[in-house]
């Protein structure tokens, strides 16, 4: 069975890269509003799938 955080984490990640390589604002310090909600869209899923492995969750 798929890890459903998993999937979306790995979604989240590629929706921010694909948009940082063709986007001429965001850069590591800063993000235009797109950018932005993409990279704390990430953020937060890899802090849950983090937290989740932390406390013994499967990977």
């Known amino acids: 069975m798929a890890d459903r955080l998993y999937d979306r984490y790995m979604n989240a990640s590629s929706a921010w890269r694909a948009h940082s390589k063709g986007c001429t604002v965001c850069r590591p310090e800063q993000c235009c509003p797109t ?7 990430f953020a937060d899923l890899q802090d849950a799938y983090l937290r989740r492995l932390r406390h013994g969750g499967t990977p």
């Open 35 to 41: 950018g932005a909600v993409l990279a704390a869209r």
